[in-house]
């Protein structure tokens, strides 16, 4: 699985075992895609709320691996990584274009 990440986000992937490593990692270091399982968001709220509150500028997709079939999941993935990458492109130009007009 970790292969598709890479292949398709053609960045550096980072995994997580659990909402609390995903809280730590989200602490460390800015993201612009994270994947949450709807299963551990539905079944543990308060690490939950601590990973919502930590994503930054990362834009959040939510899977249920449960019910979706990995072809299915995997081709529905795709297009939400390559808008995560253009999302933080246009904020980084923003950015940066904001500072030289104000400085």
């Not at 970790?2 to 270091?29: C, D, G, I, M, P």
């Not at 994947?35 to 249920?64: C, R």
């Not at 795709?78 to 933080?88: E, G, I, V």
Request: aromatic letters at 12%.
């Amino acid at each position: 699985m970790r292969r598709y990440f890479k292949r398709v986000h053609r960045n550096e992937t980072h995994w997580a075992e659990n909402l609390s490593q995903a809280v730590a990692r989200l602490r460390e270091q800015s993201y612009s895609t994270v994947v949450i399982d709807q299963f551990l968001l539905e079944n543990e709220p308060a690490e939950s709320d601590q990973v919502l509150e930590h994503l930054g500028t990362a834009f959040p997709v939510y899977v249920n691996f449960g019910v979706s079939a990995w072809s299915d999941w995997f081709a529905r993935f795709a297009p939400h990584c390559t808008a995560a990458n253009a999302r933080k492109r246009r904020l980084a130009a923003r950015s940066s274009n904001s500072f030289a007009v104000n400085v």
